[in-house]
C-alpha cells in the first residue's frame, strides 16, 4: 500500500516484494503480488526460483531451501501426509471387515498418537493401523480376532501381535480381558445349525460361563474355548460336527482343542446328564488344570519312590536268603545227598525232549528255515560280494595266477648312512639330508657347523 505522495525514482523488489523510494528512502508499497517466475543463481552456479510457492489444496506456502527443493514448514506438511496414509489404510481394513465409521475416527485417535510418539518409524503402515482397529476392537469388545487382520492383509499374526503390543505399551493402554462368549454367536452362524442355532448358542455360553467357573478359561485363548463349547454344544443337540470342521472354522490346531476337551472332562460338570447340566448349576468349583497337572506329578513321583522302596526291599531280602543258602546247616544238608544217585537217569539228556523252556529256546525247523531266509534277504549285498570274490579266486587258481597280500616295500636302495662323530655333525646330516622348508638356507647351516667344529678343534688343543 502506498506510504506518500512522492513518485520519483521508485525501485521495485519483486523477490521482497518491496517498492522503495530512492531519494527519501521510505518504502512506497509492500507484499506486491507478481505472476512473473524470477530465478536467482547459487553460490554453484545453480538456479533457484525466487519467491512463495502455494499447492493447490494447500493452506501454506512452502518456500525453497538452499538445495534447490521444497522444505513443509518444520516437516509439518511430512506428518499430514503420514496421517493421511494412516487414514486411508484404516478405511480400507476397516471396510473389508464390516467395520463402522465410529470405530474408523476411535482407530484413528489412536493412530495420531502413535504418530505423536513416533511408533511409527521403522513399521509398516499396515501393521500400524491394524494395531489400532484392534485396540478399538477390544475397548469395544467386538467379535473381531486378531487373525481376522492377519487374513486381510495376508500377513503372520504373530508380527501384528507384537506390533499391537508394542502399541498398548507405548500408550499405556488398560484393555479388557476378552471374553469367548462374544465369538459364540459368529463361529455358530458359520456351522450352519439352522432352526436350532440359538438352542446351540445358549448351550454353548453355558459352557462358556461353567469353564470360566472351573479355571479353564483363564490363561487360554478365547478360540480353544469358543472350539470345545461349540463341539459340545453341538453333539448335545445332535449335530455331528467333526473337529475338523470346528478347527477350519475356529482356526486353532488340533492339540488346543483336544486339551480344552481333556481339561472339561475331568470336572463335575461332564459327568452331568443333558437335561441335568441344562437345569442344574453347580456351586462347587475345581482347581485349575494347571494345579492338578502339578499334582498329578507329584503322585506320580511317589509312587516312583515307593517302587523303588519296594525294589531295595527285595534286594535286601535276595541278600538274606543267599546268606541262609551260604550256612553251615545248608552246607551239611546237601552233603547228605548223593548228587550221583540223583543223575543216574539223565546220562543220555532224552530226558530233556519234554522240558518246556528247552522247547521254548530250541527252533524248530519252519522257525530255522524262515530266520535262515530273512538274513539271507538282509545281508543279500554282502553274500553277493564273498561269492565274486571266491569266483574270482577259482579263475586265478585255474589260470596260474597267483595274487599275494600286498605288503609296504621298504626302500633298501639307499645307502646306510655313517655313524656321525659328534652332534653337530649329527645334526648337519639330519637337516641335509630331510629337506625341512624350502624357506631354510642349508649353506649358512654348512659354515655354522664348520664354525662350530673348528672351535671345537681349538679348544682341545
Given at each position: 500500500?502506498?506510504?506518500?505522495?512522492?513518485?520519483?525514482?521508485?525501485?521495485?523488489?519483486?523477490?521482497?516484494?518491496?517498492?522503495?523510494?530512492?531519494?527519501?528512502?521510505?518504502?512506497?508499497?509492500?507484499?506486491?503480488?507478481?505472476?512473473?517466475?524470477s530465478?536467482?543463481?547459487?553460490?554453484?552456479?545453480?538456479?533457484v526460483?525466487?519467491?512463495?510457492?502455494?499447492?493447490?489444496?494447500?493452506?501454506?506456502?512452502?518456500?525453497?531451501?538452499?538445495?534447490?527443493?521444497?522444505?513443509?514448514?518444520?516437516?509439518?506438511e511430512?506428518?499430514?501426509?503420514?496421517?493421511?496414509?494412516?487414514?486411508?489404510?484404516?478405511?480400507?481394513?476397516?471396510?473389508?471387515?464390516?467395520?463402522?465409521?465410529?470405530?474408523?475416527?476411535?482407530?484413528?485417535?489412536?493412530?495420531?498418537?502413535?504418530?505423536?510418539?513416533?511408533?511409527?518409524?521403522?513399521?509398516?503402515?499396515?501393521?500400524?493401523?491394524?494395531?489400532?482397529?484392534?485396540?478399538?476392537?477390544?475397548?469395544?469388545?467386538?467379535?473381531?480376532?486378531?487373525?481376522?487382520?492377519?487374513?486381510?492383509?495376508?500377513?503372520?499374526?504373530?508380527?501384528?501381535?507384537?506390533?499391537?503390543?508394542?502399541?498398548?505399551?507405548?500408550?499405556?493402554?488398560?484393555?479388557?480381558?476378552?471374553?469367548?462368549?462374544?465369538?459364540?454367536?459368529?463361529?455358530?452362524?458359520?456351522?450352519?445349525?439352522?432352526?436350532?442355532?440359538?438352542?446351540?448358542?445358549?448351550?454353548?455360553?453355558?459352557?462358556?460361563?461353567?469353564?470360566?467357573r472351573?479355571?479353564?478359561?483363564?490363561?487360554?485363548?478365547?478360540?480353544?474355548?469358543?472350539?470345545?463349547?461349540?463341539?459340545?454344544?453341538?453333539?448335545?443337540?445332535?449335530?455331528?460336527?467333526?473337529?475338523?470342521?470346528?478347527?477350519?472354522?475356529?482356526?486353532?490346531?488340533?492339540?488346543?482343542?483336544?486339551?480344552?476337551?481333556?481339561?472339561?472332562?475331568?470336572?463335575?460338570?461332564?459327568?452331568?446328564?443333558?437335561?441335568?447340566?441344562?437345569?442344574?448349576?453347580?456351586?462347587e468349583?475345581?482347581?485349575?488344570?494347571?494345579?492338578?497337572n502339578?499334582?498329578?506329578?507329584?503322585?506320580?513321583?511317589?509312587?516312583?519312590?515307593?517302587?523303588?522302596?519296594?525294589?531295595?526291599?527285595?534286594?535286601?531280602?535276595?541278600?538274606?536268603?543267599?546268606?541262609?543258602?551260604?550256612?553251615?546247616?545248608?552246607?551239611e544238608l546237601?552233603?547228605?545227598?548223593?548228587?550221583?544217585?540223583?543223575?543216574?537217569?539223565?546220562?543220555?539228556?532224552?530226558?530233556?525232549?519234554?522240558?518246556?523252556?528247552?522247547?521254548?529256546?530250541?527252533?524248530?525247523?519252519?522257525?530255522?528255515?524262515?530266520?535262515?531266509?530273512?538274513?539271507?534277504?538282509?545281508?543279500?549285498?554282502?553274500?553277493?560280494?564273498?561269492e565274486?570274490?571266491?569266483?574270482?579266486?577259482?579263475?586265478?587258481?585255474?589260470?596260474?595266477?597267483?595274487?599275494?597280500?600286498?605288503?609296504?616295500?621298504?626302500?633298501?636302495?639307499?645307502?646306510?648312512?655313517?655313524?656321525?662323530?659328534?652332534?653337530?655333525?649329527?645334526?648337519?646330516?639330519?637337516?641335509t639330508?630331510?629337506?625341512?622348508?624350502?624357506?631354510?638356507?642349508?649353506?649358512?647351516?654348512?659354515?655354522?657347523?664348520?664354525?662350530?667344529?673348528?672351535?671345537?678343534?681349538?679348544?682341545?688343543?
Amino acid at each position: 500500500m502506498s506510504t506518500n505522495n512522492c513518485i520519483h525514482n521508485l525501485v521495485e523488489d519483486e523477490a521482497m516484494g518491496h517498492r522503495v523510494c530512492t531519494k527519501c528512502g521510505q518504502i512506497m508499497e509492500e507484499n506486491i503480488i507478481v505472476s512473473e517466475v524470477s530465478f536467482s543463481e547459487k553460490s554453484n552456479g545453480a538456479a533457484v526460483a525466487d519467491g512463495f510457492f502455494i499447492s493447490s489444496g494447500k493452506a501454506r506456502a512452502s518456500i525453497p531451501n538452499r538445495f534447490g527443493g521444497r522444505n513443509s514448514m518444520n516437516t509439518l506438511e511430512s506428518r499430514e501426509q503420514v496421517i493421511a496414509n494412516g487414514r486411508r489404510r484404516i478405511q480400507q481394513i476397516a471396510n473389508a471387515l464390516n467395520m463402522t465409521e465410529r470405530h474408523m475416527e476411535a482407530a484413528q485417535r489412536y493412530y495420531n498418537l502413535a504418530v505423536l510418539n513416533d511408533f511409527n518409524k521403522g513399521r509398516k503402515t499396515v501393521n500400524v493401523a491394524s494395531a489400532c482397529l484392534y485396540i478399538v476392537c477390544r475397548m469395544e469388545k467386538t467379535s473381531h480376532l486378531l487373525i481376522d487382520f492377519s487374513d486381510v492383509l495376508q500377513t503372520n499374526v504373530y508380527l501384528l501381535g507384537a506390533t499391537f503390543l508394542k502399541l498398548v505399551q507405548k500408550l499405556h493402554l488398560e484393555l479388557p480381558l476378552v471374553d469367548p462368549a462374544l465369538y459364540i454367536a459368529r463361529f455358530a452362524s458359520k456351522l450352519d445349525f439352522g432352526d436350532k442355532s440359538q438352542v446351540v448358542i445358549r448351550d454353548a455360553l453355558r459352557l462358556v460361563s461353567r469353564m470360566n467357573r472351573d479355571w479353564i478359561q483363564t490363561g487360554r485363548r478365547p478360540a480353544g474355548i469358543c472350539a470345545a463349547c461349540l463341539l459340545i454344544a453341538a453333539r448335545m443337540h445332535d449335530f455331528h460336527r467333526t473337529q475338523k470342521e470346528i478347527i477350519s472354522v475356529v482356526k486353532i490346531c488340533n492339540s488346543t482343542l483336544r486339551k480344552r476337551l481333556d481339561e472339561f472332562r475331568n470336572t463335575p460338570s461332564s459327568e452331568l446328564t443333558i437335561e441335568d447340566f441344562q437345569n442344574i448349576w453347580l456351586e462347587e468349583t475345581c482347581d485349575p488344570p494347571s494345579f492338578n497337572n502339578s499334582r498329578k506329578k507329584g503322585k506320580r513321583k511317589r509312587s516312583l519312590e515307593f517302587e523303588y522302596e519296594k525294589d531295595y526291599e527285595t534286594e535286601e531280602l535276595k541278600k538274606e536268603i543267599n546268606e541262609i543258602l551260604k550256612g553251615d546247616e545248608i552246607k551239611e544238608l546237601t552233603g547228605k545227598i548223593d548228587m550221583d544217585e540223583l543223575l543216574a537217569d539223565d546220562n543220555n539228556l532224552e530226558v530233556l525232549d519234554n522240558d518246556e523252556e528247552i522247547k521254548d529256546v530250541i527252533l524248530n525247523e519252519e522257525e530255522v528255515e524262515f530266520k535262515t531266509r530273512v538274513w539271507t534277504n538282509e545281508n543279500k549285498d554282502w553274500i553277493e560280494a564273498q561269492e565274486a570274490k571266491r569266483r574270482q579266486a577259482i579263475m586265478d587258481l585255474e589260470n596260474g595266477i597267483i595274487r599275494k597280500p600286498r605288503t609296504k616295500k621298504r626302500n633298501t636302495n639307499k645307502d646306510p648312512v655313517p655313524a656321525a662323530q659328534t652332534p653337530a655333525e649329527a645334526a648337519k646330516k639330519l637337516l641335509t639330508q630331510t629337506k625341512i622348508s624350502k624357506k631354510i638356507n642349508y649353506a649358512a647351516i654348512d659354515h655354522l657347523f664348520e664354525d662350530s667344529l673348528k672351535l671345537k678343534t681349538e679348544t682341545e688343543k
